[in-house]
């Protein structure tokens, strides 16, 4: 829906600064001080906290959850079910200078389905983070994050994997886990998590 239809079926935050030809969909909320692009595209049902900042052309699934102070930059794009955390940053230049201008040098940065960024972690750009990756809090991404991958430190390094619903998944001599929580079931071969069941 663009923002300038008269049927508003999302809530916006009187704060909120929602530029012209900006897209939000059915169900969002922009909460206190939030600023929205234009051409920004916002999918249905997502959760943008107070103070964020979602660049022009940027791209957000359904359901695409943004904690306080994130700034979504030019080149990032998130699928559906995206936890963006309370602080965490994007680049879309890789070697900024303030006399130089490389506005038309941004790099892209996919964010996959249902991937978990924690709180005051930090993406270079040009990295695609994996579908239901994990990224520890405070963890410095420098490379690509694998799909279900458990991703910590500075720079961050692949430590485990992490089942749909968040939870470590330990796997047996035949390389298989099962989420505690959904009982769902994964298989670990040539470093690839792949869910079965």
Known sequence: MNKNQADTTYFAHETAVLDEGCEIG???????FSHIMKRAKLGEKCNLGQNVVVAPDVTLGKNVKV????????????EDDVFLGPSMVFTNITNPRSAVNRRGAYEKTLVKKGATIGANATI????????????????????????????????????????EYGHRLRFNDEGVAYCPESGEEYKLMNNRVQKIG
């Open 26 to 32: 059915a169900g969002t909320k922009i909460w206190h």
């Open 67 to 78: 904690q306080n102070n994130v700034s979504i930059y030019t080149g990032v794009i998130c």
């Open 124 to 163: 270079v750009c040009g990295h695609d983070i994996g579908e239901y990756a994990f990224i520890g809090a405070g963890a410095v991404v420098t490379k690509e994050v694998l799909p279900y991958a458990l991703v910590v430190g500075n720079p961050a390094r692949h430590i485990g994997w992490m089942s």
